[in-house]
C-alpha cells in the first residue's frame, strides 16, 4: 500500500467492498457470547494499511458492543499489518480523525501489531471479533514471475497452478491461526477481492493497462527490461469455491465453522459518478489513483536497488500517468468481485 | 527522537541509565501478585521510542515471569510512543532483531501504542508491570520560549518557573493515568533523567556547546534569527524531590505508594572508551551523535516549515558536526545523573 497516508486517500474501492460486509459484522456482534466481569472485550483488524478503511467496521462493532455491554466495559482494538506499514498514518487516523472511533468512547484502548497475519499474533482463546477486509488477498511469498504480464489471473499452465497454490496454502494458514486465537463463539468476518464462479474479477482491464504501461516505460528506457521482470503483484482474487475448500471435509476446520459466504459484485462509484457526469478524465484518473496507491508499491519492489525514494515516486508517477490515456479509450466499469465469509468457532468459554 | 532508527544506534546513554533500574525490575516482578487462570500477564513500555532499549528490561521482566508462570501464560506487551515515533523501526526491531524478546517465546505478544502517555492507554486495573525510561522527562507541552538558550536548566525565573510548573503538573497527570490502568499489586518502574539534590545534571556542558553551536549558525545564515529563537527542548532532568511531592501527603498518591526513589551519577562509556584508547575525536563526535539522536529532531521542529526533510537533515548534520571542536577543547566525562523510582499499586485484585 502507498506511504504517506496516499492508500487513506485513494482506496476508495477497498472501503466501498468492506461496507458489503458490515451488516454481517453487526450481525455477529449481537450473536457473541459475552461473559460477564470487567475482561475487555477484544476487536481484531486483520491487515488494517493506515486505518481509515477500519473505522467504520470497528465504529460498528462498538456500537452493538456497547447496546449489549453498557458504556464501561473496556474494549481493545488491535490493528494489525507489516512491519513496514505506514502506522504514522494509522496512529494519525486513530487520533485524529473525524470518524475516529475512540470519539465519546473513553474505554476504548486501540493498538497496532507490526507482525504478518500468516504468523501467531495474539494469546489463544483471546479475540472476540475478528475482521479482515482487502487483506487476505496479499499472498505470504510470490511463488513465481508471470511471462508478459504483473497479474496472476493472466498466468497459465505451471505458474498459474504455482499461484492457486500458494493462495490455497496462505488461505489455511491464515485460518489456522486465527482459529486458535479467536475465542470460542468469537466471529470473524473476511472480505476479500473475488472471481465469479468463472474465474473472472473484472480488474483485468485495468491490469492489462498497467502491464501496458509498463511496456511502453521499458521501451522509453525508464525502467530496464530486468526490472519488468522482476515486477508481479502477490495479491489476486479468489473463487468463492477457493475459500470453502478447507471447510469440505468435515464442514469444519479445525474450530472454525462457516456461517456465511457469498459473492457479489461491487457497484464503482467512479464509474456512478462518470454517469453523472460524463467525464472520462474523471473516472479514468480515479481508477489511475486507486491503482497507482493499491499496487504501484509493490511494483516498484522490483526497482534496483540503487534507486532512490525520489526515483520510485517517479516510478509511481509515470505509471498513473500512463493508465488514464488508455482507461479514457475504453471506459468501462470497474465492478470487481469480492467475497463476504464469516465464520464462526466453536465451543464456550 | 531521530528516525529512521537513529536513536536505536546512539543512544547509549539511556540504555546505560536504564540499566541501573533492571534489578528493581526484576524484585518488583518477583513480588507481583500473579492471579491464576489464562488471564494474559500485562507488562507496558511508556515511551519506547524505536524499542532496542527496551528489549533488555523486557526480557528480564519474561524470564523473571516465566521462573514463576511456566511457559504458557500468555504476556502481552505494550510499547507506547507518540503517534509520530517510527514506529516501523520499533516493529523492525521486535520482530528481527539479535536480541528480540520473542525469540524462543512463542506465547508472547507485542504491540504498540501511538498515543501520548499524558492521557489514558490502557484499561483500569489491567498492567501488571509498567516500565518507562528516559521518557517522563518530555513534556506535554513546552510551557516557554528560553531567552539566549535551549536548556530548561539554563532558565532563570519566572521562565525557570514556568518548567518548573509544567514538570510538577506532567509528573502528576503521568502518575494518575498510571494509577489507574495499574493492576493492584502491580508495580511501575521509572528510570529518568535527574539532577542531583543542588539541581546539578552534568548535561549542562553539551548543552551549552549546542547553544553556542546554534549561535554560531545563526551567524552563518544556516538558520534564521526567529528559527532559533523557536528552539527549545521540552525535555530537562527533575530533582528527586520534584518527583517525590505527589507523595508528600498521606505517602501516597491515589492508589500508588513509592516503594524506592534513589538518584545517582550515570557511568560515561564515551569517557571509559577515552581513558582506554586516549582519542578525543572518537569521545567528541560519541557525544555529539548522542546529542543529535536525541535532541536534535526537537530543535528541528523549530525549523520553517517551508524547509523541506533534506534541509531538516542538513540542520542536524551541522548541529552535529558543529559539537566535536568544543567538546575536544575542554573533554569532560558526561556522568549524567537518572532517578529510579517504584511505585506499587494498593489492593488486592
Known sequence: MEGQGAYNRYAKLQAGGATLGLPHLEK???????????RPIVIADYGSSQGKNSLAPIRIAIVALRARLGPNRPILVYHEDLPFNDFNALFGVLDQDPDRYVLDEPNVFPCAIGRSFYGSLLPPDYVNRGWSSYAVNWASRIPSLIPGHIFALRATGAVRAAFDRQGAEDWETFLSFRANELRPGGRLIVVLAATDDDGISRVEDIMDHANAVLADMVEEHVISADERARMVLGAWPRRRHDLLVPFAHDKQFQDLRVEYCE??????TAWADYQQNGSKDALASKHALFFRSTFAPSLALALNRSRDAEEQRAFS????????????????????????IVLAKLGIV
Open 317 to 340: 508517477d509515470r505509471l498513473e500517468h500512463g493508465l488514464p490515456s488508455r482507461i479514457v479509450g475504453q471506459p468501462a466499469p470497474m465492478n470487481s468481485f469480492l467475497a463476504t
Open 263 to 268: 459473492t457479489s459484485a461491487l457497484p464503482d
Open 28 to 38: 455477529a456482534v449481537r450473536r457473541l457470547p459475552l461473559e460477564s466481569g470487567d
